[in-house]
């Protein structure tokens, strides 16, 4: 769980460097620190939890850190989004930065579709108000991670990070 939370810091990072707009730039800097702290953190009372043992407070203070990380994790994500919409800069030849830009590419490609589908059936009640009822939501970067059939993660078999592995070859 804090290597994934170290991959989703590096993810932020990347779109962060290549994001066009300032404030969307700044807010996911501030959200992968926040996430990169808390991982450490996790990573810290996990390695403290096994050489101390099973204890119902090592055991809650462990849970707490992880649901920290999860809610740390969604707040990159939605940042990520955030900082896809108002647009990227070029990469650069940097493989991890092409693969982090080509796969916010295809989210906000899946968002343009799905966006395009609901204005073309609109579901709209006489008042002009889009009736919730039947609705799909709008993909987000979350769902296109769990999307990905396992095989085509990359996910290695060892649970540890590995040296040349890229940001999105682990899952979130």
Do not use: Y
Not at 89 to 111: H, M
């Amino acid at each position: 769980i804090v290597s994934d939370g170290q991959v989703v810091v590096k993810f932020g990072n990347i779109l962060a460097k290549h994001c066009l707009d300032q404030r969307c730039s700044m807010e996911l800097l501030r959200a992968t620190e926040h996430t990169q702290s808390i991982s450490s953190q996790l990573g810290i009372v996990a390695r403290v939890k096994a050489v101390t043992g099973e204890s119902r407070a090592s055991s809650e203070l462990l849970l707490s850190n992880v649901q920290n990380l999860i809610q740390a994790v969604q707040h990159v994500l939605r940042a990520a989004e955030a900082a896809c919409v108002k647009g990227l800069g070029q990469p650069t030849a940097d493989p991890e930065e092409e693969e982090v830009a080509a796969f916010c590419q295809q989210w906000r490609k899946n968002l343009t579709q799905h966006r395009a589908k609901e204005a073309l059936n609109s579901d709209r009640d006489e008042l002009g108000l889009r009736k919730t009822r039947g609705a799909k939501a709008e993909p987000t970067l979350m769902s296109l991670v769990q999307e990905q059939p396992p095989q085509s993660r990359n996910i290695p078999k060892h649970p540890s990070p590995r040296k040349g592995h890229t940001v999105m070859d682990r899952h979130l």
